[in-house]
């Protein structure tokens, strides 16, 4: 079942520890088939080089397991409410790298202070807010999920646009078109999240890239008239 988009999803899990954006088994990626509405996800806490693509898991968007014989990754419903919410997310990524989790754990959006970090994502990465006592009892994944689409609908955010966002004493999770551009995300995110906290250590009264510096950026790579890159 889904053998295609369980190799995909394999190959970006791997991509974690190649990157250097997970220790141990802290990180999962996963992906979804659109037509079926089934999602491939990582197994929970499975050592990276146990890994193989027929071990991972295959769920619904109920979460109710459809292939696999091991337990999907803890945050599974964190991803299924995501994908339910933005339908352009064909892969989600989650880690807790190093610097992004900084920033989570200040509670502070990463500002976009220069032209890397506006090449891929419009404006800062937003963090959203605690979960409340109720929220996490309840059902923390899933309502993890759900403080993540609050905070894009308060925000007035595109998820395509801004494909990240950092939980409030948590980590990162990003999205993209496919596992692969998740993870990508997640590097991107990574890096910037490192050069925001450096351009603070040399100056703590920097302030963001003029917003027509960041126009300029983004939308060279992603608006209508978008000129980046090759045809």
């Known amino acids: 079942m889904l053998e295609n988009l369980k190799q995909k999803v394999y ?17 999962n990626v996963s992906g979804i088939d659109r037509e079926s509405g089934l999602v491939v996800i990582k197994p929970s806490g499975v050592d990276y080089e146990d890994l193989s693509p027929d071990k991972l898991v ?12 091991l337990n999907p990754s803890s945050d599974t419903k964190t991803h299924l409410e995501l994908y339910k919410a933005f339908p352009t997310l064909g892969g ?8 992004a989790v900084a920033w989570a754990q200040a509670c502070e959006d990463i500002p976009c202070f220069g032209t890397t970090h506006a090449d891929y994502f419009y404006g800062a990465i937003p963090c959203a807010r605690h979960l ?6 309840e059902d ?21 646009a801004v494909p990240g966002v950092i939980c409030a004493s948590h980590g990162p999770f990003t999205w993209g078109k ?12 990574e890096e910037v ?11 703590p009264s920097a302030v ?9 950026h983004y939308m060279r790579k992603h608006g209508p008239n978008a000129y980046y890159g090759q045809k």
């Open 178 to 189: 496919d596992a692969a551009q998740a993870v990508y995300h997640a590097v991107v995110m």
């Open 132 to 137: 409340s006592v109720e929220e996490l009892e």
């Open 140 to 160: 923390y994944e899933r309502n993890t999920g759900k403080v993540i689409i609050e905070c894009f609908k308060e925000r007035g955010l595109d998820p395509k």
């Open 11 to 27: 190959e970006a899990n791997m991509k974690l520890p190649e990157y250097g954006l997970v220790t141990f088994t802290w990180g």
């Open 58 to 69: 295959v769920l619904d968007l109920d979460n109710n397991v459809v292939e696999g014989d």
């Open 92 to 99: 989600i990524v989650h880690t807790h790298s190093v610097n």
């Open 193 to 203: 999240a490192k050069m925001a906290r450096l351009t603070l250590a040399v100056k």
């Open 208 to 216: 963001p890239a003029p917003q027509h510096v960041q126009d300029k």
